[in-house]
């Protein structure tokens, strides 16, 4: 199956044609704390359910004969970054740094993905 094409919001065109060399530094960051066993397999497998069943998590913009198009993808990898720092001196303050880092890196907004996750293991118990 091959992508899906429509025509993109004018919100989504305002930020293509901002964009500096097709990179947003638009990023809305999520940032969780979890406490207790965390299975990392398992949760990527249902971050990649989410992506898998909702459209925004796998389009990308394009120009297509000079127009800003959605390029949905019939299917997603969510790109994943996963760290352990437990053997660090503080991990926490690294971990704070790191995210810090990853919310302020730009999309691609050609994709593949407008989504990514990274998930850091502080200590037992405790991403």
């Not at 930020?15 to 398992?42: C, F, I, M, T, W």
């Amino acid at each position: 199956m091959t992508a899906e094409i429509f025509g993109a919001s004018y919100l989504q065109e305002s930020l293509y044609r901002a964009a500096k060399n097709g990179e947003s530094a638009v990023n809305v960051g999520v940032v969780q704390a979890l406490r207790g066993p965390l299975d990392v397999p398992r949760l990527l497998a249902a971050i990649g359910r989410l992506a898998a069943r909702h459209e925004a998590l796998r389009t990308a913009l394009t120009s297509l004969d000079g127009n800003v198009c959605q390029l949905v993808a019939p299917s997603a990898e969510v790109p994943a970054v996963v760290l352990d720092l437990s053997a660090e001196q503080v991990p926490e303050a690294e971990a704070i740094q790191l995210m810090r880092d990853h919310l302020r890196r730009p999309f691609a907004l050609r994709g593949p993905s407008l989504c990514r996750v990274m998930i850091i293991t502080c200590g037992p118990g405790l991403h």
